[in-house]
């Protein structure tokens, strides 16, 4: 019950000072079949959004769908795989090169998104 009561008072809190007059959480979830097993499960009103990853698995035929499986393939480069405990202890070091690192990587793996949709023209 406590935390029911926190997330009205932060909802409000939002809504208050965003001018939003209201927020919808599961108005929009698609309802039928398709939607649920070809949607990226993550709306946004007036937007198109792409699960890049699903449509890997429709235009490329690989045994393995990691990212850097698919840059390999399609970029024909190779890409490290940090593992999330070591990017967080980087991060949590509180070294600035360290967190630049982190950052970097991270930065790096989501301009990979749209290096690969370039690469197959999947997006003009």
């Given at each position: 019950m406590k935390s029911v009561n926190h997330d009205k008072e932060v909802t409000?809190?939002?809504?208050?000072?965003?001018?939003?007059?209201?927020?919808v959480v599961d108005a929009e979830i698609i309802e039928d079949e398709w939607g649920r097993t070809h949607a990226s499960g993550i709306h946004v009103s007036g937007r198109i959004v792409l699960n890049v990853w699903r449509l890997m698995r429709?235009?490329?035929?690989?045994?393995?769908?990691?990212?850097?499986?698919?840059?390999?393939?399609?970029?024909?480069?190779?890409?490290?795989?940090?593992?999330?405990?070591?990017?967080?202890?980087?991060?949590?070091?509180?070294?600035?090169?360290?967190?630049?690192?982190?950052?970097e990587y991270v930065l790096e793996r989501a301009n990979l998104n749209l290096q690969i949709l370039n690469q197959l023209d999947m997006v003009r």
């Open positions: 409000d809190k939002v809504t208050s000072e965003t001018g939003i007059e209201s927020i429709s235009e490329l035929k690989l045994n393995l769908y990691t990212v850097e499986a698919v840059v390999e393939e399609v970029l024909r480069r190779k890409v490290p795989c940090i593992p999330c405990t070591t990017l967080n202890s980087w991060f949590s070091s509180g070294s600035q090169r360290a967190r630049f690192r982190c950052i």
